[in-house]
């Protein structure tokens, strides 16, 4: 069943079962039910369920997205209090049977032999009393006729749902725009300082005909390919996104100086599992922003765990002098990382950050499918 079809399927269950509420968790409600065709109270009862529903769908696939998200609030409010006035309105003439007219199917007489039990009623008889809870003939209640009170409950019913529905789906929709929209910001993100100092490195190879030359080319090709290409779906192997931080590492070594020590392993076998693309190398990229500096001695370590289901990115990274150019702008792609991880991983992260004045570490437990 596709996503369409499935959709149509749960509004259905779901207007069924509005309608069948009243009937549901009354007493007597079958019976309630087979008066229908003859009670005006039971239709009109069933009518004002009706108007409450063809109320959602136009509040909610016509004036919330026109008036509503267009930030149009009177014009909204005004239409909203029309569309009430329209059921009130309506519901009204059904009391007065001026759209329902009386059905010509009456429910059966009694008995004759109880007919004739009832003694007619004479001069000095008085007629029976109504029942507790009924008002009294020529007595005044306080508050909204019951008609009224229940189709403005019915109707507030259908106007919190239908705007509360819709604006949950338009902040998930808005969520994935945003979501990728940092994913396209990551493919971006490369940094051009890294590009080209990895293309200075790989032509200083070639002029001294290193045989790691033709390496270098093939690895950064694969990096620049996984980034525009592979990446373009929410999920890609696990193995590819470790290929891809391997050539990205490799790189950084290549253009590096021996001053700083790059420890990097994977542990484990990704035994086919799926990762979001590019979830990991902002921490990656991170420690080498903050962590290197030619002039000193600069440690950065990355580890890749995986056990089972569970993977553990450690990386860590000795705190050096930088420029203020890379503080100003080194925290833009952990930031949206975090927010793609509170998104994909909601419940399936667990996200350590330790900022030490002369240290930095990032610890992330991901849960993956």
């Known amino acids: 069943m596709n996503r369409t079809a499935s959709l149509i399927a749960i509004h259905l269950f779901g207007c069924l079962t509005f309608l069948a509420l009243p009937y549901i968790f009354v007493e007597d409600g079958f019976s309630k039910l087979s008066e229908l065709a003859y009670n005006p109270h039971e239709q009109r009862n069933l009518l004002s369920y009706l108007l409450t529903i063809a109320f959602f769908y136009t509040n909610y696939f016509i004036l919330i997205p026109r008036f509503f998200f267009g930030k149009n609030y009177i014009i909204y409010g005004l239409s909203v209090l029309a569309c009430f006035l329209v059921i009130e309105q309506t519901l009204a003439a059904v009391n007065r049977r001026d759209i329902l007219p009386p059905s010509r199917s009456q429910p059966p007489p009694p008995p004759p032999d109880r007919m004739e039990q009832r003694p007619p009623f004479e001069m000095g008889n008085h007629p029976p009393m109504p029942p507790s809870g009924f008002p009294k003939p020529g007595s005044k209640q306080p508050g909204l006729p019951p008609e009224i009170s229940q189709t403005f409950f019915l109707f507030l019913i259908g106007f919190l749902l239908s705007l509360a529905i819709r604006v949950s789906n338009r902040w998930r929709e808005t969520e994935r725009e945003k979501l990728n929209t940092e994913l396209s910001y990551l493919k971006a993100q490369i940094n051009p300082h890294f590009l080209f100092n990895t293309l200075n490195s790989i032509y200083s190879l070639a002029l001294e005909q290193s045989d790691r030359t033709a390496e270098a080319i093939t690895r950064l090709s694969s990096l620049m390919r996984y980034v525009i290409q592979d990446a373009a779906v929410k999920q890609v192997p696990l193995a590819k996104e470790f290929e891809y931080i391997s050539h990205y590492v490799a790189l950084q070594k290549l253009r590096l100086d021996e001053t700083v020590q790059i420890d990097f392993s994977i542990t484990g076998s990704p035994n086919?599992?799926?990762?979001?693309?590019?979830?990991?190398?902002?921490?990656?990229?991170?420690?080498f922003k903050y962590g290197v500096n030619p002039s000193e001695d600069s440690l950065i370590q990355i580890s890749l765990t995986i056990h089972g289901s569970e993977l553990h990115c450690h990386v860590f990274n000795?705190?050096?002098?930088?420029?203020?150019?890379?503080?100003?702008?080194?925290g833009i792609g952990l930031t949206n990382t975090k927010s793609r991880l509170a998104l994909v991983y909601s419940s399936r992260h667990r996200l350590q950050i330790s900022n030490q004045p002369n240290d930095f570490t990032v610890d992330l437990y991901l849960t993956l499918t």
């Open 272 to 287: 086919g599992q799926q990762i979001a693309p590019l979830i990991l190398i902002s921490f990656i990229e991170n420690a």
């Open 318 to 330: 000795k705190k050096v002098r930088i420029s203020q150019d890379t503080v100003t702008t080194s």
